[in-house]
């Protein structure tokens, strides 16, 4: 039974925060109290709202009063979330919220600037590096590539240079110029228009490129000369040179541009992620021959600590380093006796920086984030390293009396993993903290002083505190689905594993901790990839394999809509490895990753599954729209003839407040509708075409039952458990989890062919235990139509649910990057040598 309305007159002590009327997103006029200075857990199905009761109210509204607190000028620097709509808070604590996110997209952020240890650093080595004689002492700002003083300037601080070689543009130099040997050339018109200068300025076009000599080859490859000439179009080598010598009328004067500089100044000024991706393929990276790919001066390079510069004691992995400054921490480390009698000051400061430092890489040693080095980017990390490195820098700040909100900690965490995530969630509360933890993960779960479990079901199904309380009470809550995974645990039900079909062989695989790496996965079967944070399963699944793939399949394994930040960021690294054997029997690869699945309001759950065109069809052939004589255009909300023209399609209208968060309200004109009033006056079964998109999938199944083309995509988007999500629900609003599944729904509901390799790197992340369930079951079926699915996981259900199990480890780091086990799940479970092993085993107990 959902917990019955506090009694207000019974005022809770205030060790409480009290909810009164919380109706953020689908929840329902929550009244709850929750106690400080405890973990308290919310769970509850994917999108039950439990993050609109932790995230969208409690800390939003910590968040308000704090802000109320800090000059209005101030305010604006700040990103300010909604007011949360609750009648009622109180004795709610300042709250800091650590969210799921990616890193930020630029090489400049890194894991030493997220957790400051990289100025710490700097300081280490201005006050007590060692100098060479005669250098003057160089401020810390010196050792940042990221500043004008530290950064090399050759590279701006970047450690790479890209150039465009001949061999980069022009890949094949059996070709002549008119088969399009200068590759890097643009297409079409552009390209042609570029030929036909060369032909004008007496170059030989019809000769292969290799044969051309190499003056000319320069010149057209990287003369910064513009010659503007006149062009006759059609024309052969010899007619043109005819036309010439008779100064006949050009069909248009032409300017050239030499192959380097139409890369280059495409790369830079396009704002086409497509174009500038294209042009990318044609550019080389290599480490910066000034500073060695060690982004700074050399001044700042001279200078060392413990026999290393900056840039090398970037690059040792957390452990080591922590290793290497535990001596100086304790001032136990034997330097040169007679400059520090002369030098006492620099012992002094020695010794207190390498103190603090080995305190903060010890929270980030027990976080199990040892095999980061300081210099890592932060694009290259999973959310769940990122928060791993904020919650670090929390736990080291010794608050006391704050509210920690975070969401859910224990996404892309080993379970060995989690047990340190634990401990330190424990620290902090030990300090006088409480804890509000949106989670999954049943051993976290277990670990909760408190429990809030939100449903029962998801979207409109939800909304509702089933629970508050010790753990030990859920077990009476019938409706409670987070209470079947908690205490009716029975061990999975007996399955054959599958066979398999044959082995996608990949040899000599490099790439980061994987060193000459030779792999067999197993064809037609579900095989999940395990190990400890960062022993090396996404460098070999999710990035050698795709890519790997992706080139033998001839497509980009790289998403068009990501743009990069510098230069240098465009280039792919290498792939050290081939495929040896196996991919013959592969015709299309499917890379289901938990990217957002549009990044404008714009882009929703209809338009990107392809519902959308059916229904605006549906609409268009209606008989209300052919007497208007309306087309399916007239349907779209991107389109001028259909959307609301005051709001232009956004549905809701921005009124900029200055000090205070900017407010969305709907349109007034088509009250939230998006359409103008001709196009929601055509009815389809008594609906408009905006009455459809504020559908929920279940609601739209059971309108759209009689017709094949929605019912069949509604069906799969139901299996997969978003019955509950909006046609019309925007793409900025979903989960990674959420979009990870339309992506998935997106697949399952195209016709199997049964020879197409899907990878999906961690898809229960972001899953309540019967959303797997759901989950499971989906990829199963993919596998029986005779696909192969590979994926990168560490929840141990999906695990032992699988055919084949290659775990990687042992270790993180340098101590990883090698297959420990790679067999059935019950023989993994056997291994002495994979941390994995014990807790499959408890998986396939049913533990």
Known sequence: MPQSRPDDSAMPPPAHVRVRGAREHNLKNVDVDIPRDALVVFTGVSGSGKSSLAFGTLYAEAQRRYLESVSPYARRLFHQMAVPEVDEIDGLPPAVALQQQRGTPTTRSSVGSVTTLSNLMRMLYSRAGDYPPGQELLYAESFSPNTP????????????????????????????????????????????????????????????????????RDWILFTDEQPT????????????????????????????????????????????????????????????????????????LSVTFAGHDISAISRLPLKQLAALLAPYAANTARGNARHDREHPEQVIVRQRIAADLAARLAVLLDLGLGYLTLERSTPTLSPGELQRLRLATQVRSNLFGVVYVLDEPSAGLHPADTEALLDALDKLKASGNSLFVVEHELDVIRRADWIVDVGPAAGEGGGTVLYSGPPEGLAAVALSQTRRYLFDVAPPA??????PAGWLRLEGISRNNLQALDVAFPLGVLTSVTGVSGSGKSSLVSQALVELAAAWLGHDAGEAEEEADALADAIAMPVGGRIGSGMEAIRRMVRVDQKPIGRTPRSNLATYTGLFDHVRKLFAASPDARR?????????????????????????????????????????????????????????????????????????????????????????????????????????????????????????????????????????????????????AQLQTL?????????????????????????????????GGRVVASAPPAQVAKSRDSRTAPYLARALQGG
Request: glycine share 8%; proline share 5%; hydrophobic share 35%.
């Open 494 to 499: 007996a399955r054959a594993v599958r066979e």
């Open 149 to 216: 003083e530290g950064a090399c300037p050759e590279c701006h601080g970047l450690g790479r240079v890209v150039e465009a070689t001949e061999q980069s543009m022009v890949p094949d130099d059996s070709l002549t110029i008119r088969e399009r040997a200068v590759a890097a050339w643009p297409t079409a018109w552009h390209g042609q228009n570029l030929r036909e200068i060369l032909m004008t300025l007496g170059y030989d076009v019809d000769t292969p490129w290799r044969d051309l000599p190499r003056k000319q």
């Open 229 to 300: 000439v006149p062009v006759y179009s059609g024309l052969s080598a010899k007619e043109v040179q005819t036309a010439l010598k008779q100064k006949a009328t050009p069909s248009y004067q032409g300017t050239f541009t030499s192959a380097r500089k139409y890369v280059l100044q495409t790369y830079a000024t396009t704002q086409s992620p497509l174009m500038k991706k294209r042009v990318a393929r044609y550019l080389v990276s290599n480490d910066c021959p000034a500073c060695n790919g060690r982004r700074l001066r050399r001044e700042s």
């Open 628 to 776: 208007r004589r309306f087309d399916a255009g007239h349907f779209s909300f991107n389109v001028a003839k259909g959307r609301c023209p005051n709001c232009q399609g956004e549905g809701q209208v921005m009124v900029e407040l200055l000090f205070l968060p900017s407010v969305y309200t709907p349109c007034p004109a088509c009250e939230g509708a998006r359409y103008n009033d001709r196009v929601l006056a055509v009815r389809y079964q008594d609906r408009n075409i905006a009455d459809v998109l504020g559908m929920t999938v279940d609601a739209a199944l059971d309108f759209f039952a009689d017709h094949e083309a929605l019912a069949r995509p509604l069906g799969v988007l139901r299996e997969v458990g978003l019955g509950y999500l909006r046609l019309g629900q925007s793409a900025t609003e979903l989960s990674g989890g959420e979009a990870q599944r339309i992506k998935l729904a997106t697949e399952l509901q195209r016709p199997q062919r049964g020879d197409t390799l899907y990878i999906l790197d961690e898809p229960s992340t972001g899953l309540h235990p019967s959303d797997i369930d759901r989950l499971l």
């Open 783 to 815: 596998v029986d139509a005779g696909n192969t699915v590979i994926v990168v996981e560490h929840d141990m259900r999906i695990v032992a649910a699988s055919d084949w199990v290659m775990d990687i480890g042992t270790g993180a780091g340098d101590e």
